[in-house]
């Protein structure tokens, strides 16, 4: 069972397309189809656009699964911003309407077939996603 | 990086056509706004078709942008038509509940082209007024045409008709 790790900082637009890309690349070596690659890389767009919009700089890290049992990939977004005050109403679907005050999340659920969050005022938001083949 | 990034807006059959195939940084979205309303200010193109073929991914923020754009754009009495968008972008905006209502897309420059063309003439108007309000199953001349209009038969169906919100596949 190998994991593969890549890491990247995030500090502006460039590294959201280089994040991106990567995702894509991963996607599409793991085994993902078109389809689902793209919706991976969608959903490292979003949280990578959230970093910079909410914290300035932070981290994506995707880390590709090739086991016997389970393939797939998994990304974490990750900051030290100000953190979420209500995670709860941030996963409601009402802030998906008010999309410009919204963090888009419950569509990053949507796009995933697992969704993590840790997030407190003050302490940054950990954001961790995955999609099995 | 460089300017290599502009996306250059053409006039082609009547229409203004961009076709962007970079990606879209902040820069490369505002620069590409800039220019097309640049262009309709000009030749006054009463339609721009937007062609994203070539991208492979596109977000909610590109996506939202694109909208904005179409906006001002028909502020300027330009109707705007998106086209080549990929299955897996599709699939990504609805479950990522992306603003589609009101959207107009084809499938391809072509296609937009073809749906861009005023109708023949009256009598298929007509024709198209049965298509939307005849009951199903009703014997009609045109009973195994799709219920699209008769005069656009490659017009994607208008987004929004089909919002569900699962997202399952």
Not at chain 2, 20 to 36: D, G, T
């Amino acid at each position: 069972m190998s994991n593969r790790e890549h890491r990247i900082r995030i500090t502006g637009d460039t590294d959201v397309a280089i994040a991106v890309m990567q995702a894509r690349q991963q996607s599409t070596q793991i085994g993902f189809d078109a389809s689902c690659s793209c919706r991976i890389a969608t959903a490292v767009s979003e949280l990578a656009r959230n970093i910079l919009k909410y914290a300035d700089e932070g981290d994506i890290v995707l880390t590709a699964y090739a086991g016997q049992a389970h393939s797939g990939i998994e990304i974490r977004a990750e900051d030290r911003g100000p953190g979420i005050a209500d995670v709860e109403l941030a996963l409601s679907d009402r802030f998906s309407t008010g999309r410009t005050l919204g963090l888009g999340l419950p569509g990053v659920r949507r796009l995933m077939d697992e969704f993590d969050i840790n997030s407190q005022p003050g302490e940054g938001t950990r954001v961790r996603v995955r999609k099995w083949l | 990086m460089s300017d290599h990034g502009r996306i250059a807006v053409h006039e082609f059959e009547g229409s203004l056509v961009g076709s962007i195939q970079v990606e879209l940084s902040e820069r490369v979205m505002r620069a590409f706004r800039e220019n097309l309303l640049e262009e309709i200010h000009r030749t006054g193109a009463e339609s721009a078709i937007i062609d994203v073929s070539g991208l492979s991914v596109l977000d909610l923020h590109e996506f939202d942008f694109l909208r904005s754009t179409f906006r001002m754009a028909s502020i300027m009495g330009c109707r705007s038509i998106l086209v080549g968008l990929n299955p897996g972008i599709v699939a990504a905006l609805i479950q990522l509940d992306a603003d589609v209502e009101g959207l107009e897309t084809a499938l391809s420059v072509e296609h937009a082209i073809h749906a861009l063309r005023p109708p023949p003439d009256a009598s298929a108007e007509a024709d198209d007024e049965d298509v939307e309000h005849g009951p199903p199953g009703e014997a009609d001349e045109d009973s195994d045409a799709p219920a699209t209009p008769a005069e656009h038969p490659f017009l994607a169906p208008r987004s929004g008709d089909d919002r569900s919100g699962d997202g399952n596949e």
